[in-house]
Structures are given as structure tokens and as C-alpha cells.
């Protein structure tokens, strides 16, 4: 338990829940012990997903990092930024004061697809990939 992510470790505190996640972490464990001996890490589905959770992983990793840097990274978010986008979008929250935790949040994931959408551009653009929509069938 004491490896789990916080979130786990905070659900886990009651001794009966405790005692289920632990019988079921053995479960598990055994389980794929077993999965072991019958050779079925050599499946080839198998091996196919598991590169492409990883690959997945890999760009998320990536990517919060990006993101991390670039939005939270910064002492503070930006007020004139914010008012700016509550501005933008003044139907949507009505009162900028009673809604900041909202817009604040809006506003970081606005961002964040932005910052998500440079860092594909990027990519494409250093590594010279261009796609002919008129061969797409």
C-alpha cells in the first residue's frame, strides 16, 4: 500500500478496505503469475498493446511536462489574462469574482490544448511531414 498513489492510499484507510485492496493486489499478483507460466506475455496481441500503452504513456508524459512547464510553471497565472478570457467568454460565467476558481480552470485547459497543439505543429513542421488530403480515400 505504502507504494500506491496518494489517491489509493486516502481510499484505503478503513482495515476493511485496507484488507480487500491487499487480497486483491495478491489476487492479481498471482494471477499473473500464473498468465506467466502459460507464456502469455509472448502473444502477439498481447505485445502489440502493451507498445501501444506505452507509446501512449510516453506522449503523455511528454506532453504534461509541456504543459507543466509552460502554464504552471509560472509563479502565477497571469491576471490580465484572465480577465481577458472572462471577457471573452463573459456569457458563460456572468461574474467574474463568483466564478474565478471556473475560469481559472477553463482558461489553464484552453491553454493547454493550445500548448498541446503547438508542440504537434512543432513536430511536424522539424521533422518535414506533410500529408496530401487529396490521397485520402
Known sequence: I???PETIKKSVKAPKTKTDFLKN????ELLYQKGERLQ???DPKLI???E???RQLVVQKLVEGEIHDKINGKSSLDEKDLRNYFEANK?????????RAQIELDYKMQKAQSIYQSLVNEALQ????QFFADRVK
Open 91 to 99: 456569457a458563460k460565467y456572468k461574474s467574474f469574482d463568483k466564478n
Open 48 to 50: 502489440k498493446t502493451a
Open 52 to 54: 501501444t500503452i506505452k
Open 126 to 129: 522539424s521533422s518535414q511531414v
Open 40 to 42: 502469455l506475455q509472448n
Open 25 to 28: 493486489m495478491v489476487a492479481e
Open 2 to 4: 505504502d507504494s500506491a
